[in-house]
């Protein structure tokens, strides 16, 4: 299956700052997606991110505070802008893989906004 | 779009008891089901998957699921745990190229 790495895998960040998470995929996908995790919550998906065009949010999240580049078939980054703590969370990218019928995550990033 | 249920978040067992975790779906179109697992420390996984065909479905490392389409249902079995089978269980649904979570069930298995 595609591997996805992704970086960084942890920070802690002050408020008000931005952070730019990286995804790297090993082979060349179509869609991209990114999750967050919130404490105690489930994955919920931020955007999809299809390369040539711009992402696609679901709603509650917005281009402003989540601004998402994918420059290639495998290669995607997610930027946090404006950071509070609710910022705090999980955020993973992942992959439809068609080899395995699935999807592929990445190890996540821990953010804690302090 | 696409909901998915589980319940007892919290599943504390000794090895070899059996498993089982329940996951409920809502979705109107036609569903992929999956199970993913994640180990403490490490990504999730995929366990098993659900598109077609054979209602029962088996997966890595002894799990399998059973889909019941009259009750929007996927719950996930296995007969005998291991220590090794600690880690939180995911549900989620697909469909229209986008994934749906269950909130996760975090299982613990006492030596």
């Known amino acids: 299956s595609a591997v996805i790495s992704q970086k960084p895998s942890r920070d802690i960040c002050q408020r008000g700052t931005s952070l730019t998470i990286q995804c790297q995929v090993d082979?060349?996908?179509?869609?991209m997606f990114w999750y967050r995790q919130q404490p105690g919550q489930s994955l919920t998906l931020i955007a999809t991110?299809?390369?040539?065009?711009?992402?696609?949010?679901e709603s509650g999240f917005v281009i402003d505070k989540f601004p998402i580049s994918r420059p290639n078939l495998t290669f995607s980054t997610l930027t946090v802008s404006n950071m509070s703590p609710e910022d705090s969370s999980i955020y993973l990218c992942?992959?439809?893989?068609?080899?395995?019928?699935?999807?592929?995550f990445g190890s996540g990033t821990r953010l804690t906004v302090v | 779009a696409q909901s998915v249920s589980q319940h007892n978040h919290h599943v504390i067992l000794s090895e070899a008891a059996s498993l089982e975790l329940g996951c409920n779906y809502s979705?109107?179109?036609?569903?992929?089901l999956f199970w993913y697992v994640q180990y403490p420390g490490q990504h999730l996984q995929l366990l098993l998957k659900?598109?077609?065909?054979?209602?029962l479905v088996k997966g890595i490392k002894g799990f399998e699921a059973e889909f019941i389409k009259s009750k929007f249902s996927f719950n996930l079995r296995k007969p005998s745990v291991q220590w090794s089978d600690t880690a939180e269980y995911f549900c989620?649904?697909?469909?229209?190229?986008?994934?749906?979570f269950g909130k996760g069930n975090q299982v613990v298995v006492i030596p």
């Open positions: 659900y598109f077609s065909g054979d209602p």
């Open positions: 979705y109107g179109g036609t569903v992929n």
């Open positions: 989620a649904v697909g469909g229209n190229n986008r994934l749906a």
């Open positions: 082979s060349q996908v179509t869609m």
């Open positions: 992942s992959a439809i893989d068609y080899r395995v019928e699935g999807y592929t």
């Open positions: 991110a299809n390369q040539g065009s711009e992402a696609t949010y």
